[in-house]
């Protein structure tokens, strides 16, 4: 029985473990934290959850690929329930709210109601979203198509979908004239992905493909863990990899501390920029990763600020999620215009609590906002947090009355906690973006000059994310299965 070590219990870890494990390999997964998930986990902190990482999970639609696998790894399940949320949110700027709807329809009349000169753009808008819609739908019935002409063809107007590859939501939302729809559509999606990113991610959620699985990420991470030591697997916490160990062109095993830990394969599940740099000492090259790096202002690192509080008594009038426009707010190196807030009432059993609803404040952060923060004195970055933590509060007080004197801090964290957390590249929460100023890119899981050497995470291809994580792992068991079984 062949041994194989895999490096991190993320999901791309927790993915291929289970695969591989299943095939009948001997599999030791190795995590520096004291729990699975990497970033897709969560924590209790004071008796309230934590969700660390999901506002929705792709895959949630049982007809789908993705849902299979998600129930192959025990992730997703007929026992667990999926949450439907109404909207992708409400964007409020200057007291007009947007919102991008489940139904288009309904949607479609709202934007011309609230600006008819912008008729031409709405109606061009929502008739890629339905495009978009249509290629989802597509996808779900024909989970093996081969030919890309046979997807393109399920489009009306593919022209119109491709062409917002190289479109971003910056330049896409100028050709409205509404102030409040260009703020929606500039701040319709988190990070820095492209348009066509934010076209695919709302013709998934209009088909029931991006809901919330209840529980959120921690619970979710827990079943995939009990389902990997169900198989027979073998799992280590607490355990930091300081080194992959090579000779003569194999990847022979790992260290750990004074302990050295030999297997037959070893796969890294971890931004492969730390893998390259640090676990195997700067010896071996990945010129795509490398030429990333070097262009990452074309590429940023989608990072966060995220301020956790809790909020008593009633607030059902905070649509989730609601993007509010701010002034004046710094937090990192920048200005920023907007806030997301996130309240968790939909998953009652999970996030209320003595009538007590957790909500979570989300900044988008980059790679320039770690180099700020990690440029700052221990005093002066506690006083920093501090001072955007108040800020936040005050908007969301401004704006939500009836929050005032009912906001109570839970923790919050930077890039700088990101990156302590899981080693991603200036904290990164997902790969490299796949902005409207580069290619989609995708990583071979081989690093030459290693037979037995596998890279398998989020960072596999462009935006990453969870859906990345377990198709790239189920992707490479099948290559490992092929060569050694």
Request: proline share 3%.
């Amino acid at each position: 029985m062949k041994k194989v070590i895999v490096i991190g219990a993320g999901i791309g870890g927790l993915s291929i473990s289970i695969f591989l494990q299943k095939a009948g390999f001997d599999v030791h997964l190795y995590e520096k934290n004291d729990k699975v998930g990497g970033l897709c986990s969560g924590y209790y902190v004071n008796g309230h959850y934590i969700d660390h990482c999901l506002h929705w999970l792709m895959g949630t639609n049982k007809d789908s690929k993705l849902y299979e696998l998600w129930n192959e790894v025990g992730a997703l399940s007929n026992n667990v329930p999926i949450i439907s949320l109404p909207t992708l949110g409400d964007f409020v700027y200057e007291n007009q709210i947007v919102t991008f709807d489940r139904d288009l329809d309904k949607c479609e009349k709202e934007w011309l109601s609230i600006s008819p000169v912008d008729k031409r753009a709405i109606k061009s808008f929502f008739a890629t979203v339905r495009d978009v819609s249509s290629l989802m739908e597509y996808a779900l019935k024909h989970p093996k198509y081969k030919k890309k002409k046979d997807l393109i063809s399920a489009l009306p107007n593919s022209l119109k979908v491709f062409k917002a590859m190289k479109e971003s939501r910056e330049d896409y939302s100028k050709k409205f004239k509404h102030p409040a729809l260009r703020f929606a559509l500039r701040n319709a999606q988190t990070g820095y992905n492209n348009m066509f990113f934010f076209f695919d991610l709302y013709g998934i959620f209009i088909k029931g493909n991006a809901d919330v699985p209840s529980g959120g990420a921690l619970y979710m991470s827990k079943r995939m863990e009990e389902k990997f030591l169900s198989l027979g697997g073998h799992l280590y916490l607490n355990s930091n990899v300081e080194n992959i160990i090579t000779k003569d062109n194999v990847a022979t095993g790992i260290k750990i501390g004074n302990k050295t830990e030999y297997g037959d394969i070893v796969i890294s599940c971890l931004d492969p920029t730390f893998t390259l740099n640090h676990l195997l000492d700067n010896k071996y090259r990945c010129v795509k990763i490398e030429k990333l790096n070097k262009n990452i202002a074309n590429n940023p690192i989608s990072s966060a600020y995220c301020l956790y509080v809790t909020i008593e008594g009633d607030i059902s009038n905070i649509s989730v999620p609601t993007c509010l426009h701010v002034k004046d707010l710094k937090v990192g190196s920048r200005k920023i215009e907007s806030i997301l807030i996130r309240p968790y009432g939909f998953d009652k059993e999970y996030f209320v609590k003595d009538n007590k609803t957790v909500v979570s404040i989300f900044i988008d952060q980059n790679q320039d906002d770690y180099h700020y923060f990690k440029s700052l004195s221990e005093d002066d970055y506690a006083k920093e947090l501090n001072r955007i933590d108040k800020k936040i509060i005050e908007e969301i007080e401004k704006y939500f009355k009836n929050t005032k004197g009912k906001i109570e801090f839970l923790t919050h964290f930077s890039p700088i906690e990101l990156n302590k957390h899981t080693n991603t590249s200036f904290g990164a929460l997902q790969g490299f973006s796949f902005s409207s100023k580069s290619n989609f890119y995708m990583l071979r899981p081989t690093i030459k000059g290693l037979s037995n050497l596998y890279i398998c995470s989020q960072w596999n291809r462009s935006i990453g994310g969870t859906p990345t994580a377990i198709e790239s792992a189920k992707s490479i068991s099948k290559e490992i299965i092929k060569k050694y079984l």
